[in-house]
């Protein structure tokens, strides 16, 4: 399960903003983003991976593939 929750860090302790519904002694794993702070949206990075390094004529044939629309619609039946 995951939830995103707002919280409050406060003295060295996050405080949930709402009631977390958890028994005592869940474990939990928890990932901190700090409002106002970019964070790449998954996948983003991975798709920045896979095209790092490759020559400009090559990208260029791959933005032409993505922008030729007539290769991913259907004509009208």
């Given at each position: ?10 003295n ?5 903003l709402e009631?977390?519904?958890?028994p005592?002694?869940?474990c939990?794993?928890i990932?901190v983003?700090v409002?106002g702070?970019?964070a ?18 090559e990208?260029?044939?791959i933005e ?6 007539k290769?991913?619609?259907r004509p009208?039946?």
């Amino acid at each position: 399960m995951q939830r995103i929750i707002e919280a409050l860090y406060e003295n060295g302790i996050l405080i949930p903003l709402e009631p977390l519904d958890f028994p005592d002694h869940q474990c939990v794993t928890i990932s901190v983003q700090v409002p106002g702070e970019t964070a790449e949206p998954d996948g983003l990075g991975a798709w920045r991976r896979v095209y790092e390094g490759l020559p400009d004529n090559e990208l260029g044939a791959i933005e032409g593939i993505i922008l030729d629309r007539k290769g991913f619609m259907r004509p009208a039946a």
